[in-house]
């Protein structure tokens, strides 16, 4: 497994996170269970990240990636991140609202979509 390189998720409710407890319904999600191998893992996520518009890659290794989404109105920006766990068949995500409190769903509806096509990439 690639070393620790998300941040930890934010006190603000405008994020959401694989690593936040499960008692903080608040920010915690679940991470994707995969069964290929890690480099397919990889793969079902940059499909889904090359998808978002508004997003643009800014650090990407073997078992990580980090971007930007700027949103359409207000150019707000939104960092994004998955980790590959090879070694515990997970892909782990975090998505935050770099400013304000309440970003009304969006991190956690834009996770849901991309997690639901890496799940379809994995499936095949």
Do not use: C, W
């Not at 915690?28 to 499909?47: G, K, S």
């Not at 508004?54 to 998955?82: G, H, M």
């Amino acid at each position: 497994m690639s070393k620790q390189r998300m941040a930890p998720p934010p006190k603000t409710p405008n994020a959401v996170s694989t690593e936040a407890p499960p008692d903080d319904a608040e920010h915690h999600a679940e991470p994707v269970a995969f069964t290929t191998d890690a480099d397919e893992a990889m793969a079902a996520v940059l499909v889904a990240v090359q998808g978002l518009e508004r997003a643009e890659i800014r650090e990407q290794d073997a078992r990580y990636v980090r971007l930007v989404v700027t949103s359409r109105l207000l150019r707000f920006k939104d960092d994004v991140e998955f980790q590959v766990d090879e070694d515990a068949g997970l892909i782990h995500y975090r998505s935050a609202s770099r400013v304000g409190s309440s970003d009304l769903g969006v991190n956690r509806k834009r996770m849901d979509g991309l997690t639901e096509v890496i799940r379809s990439q994995l499936r095949g």
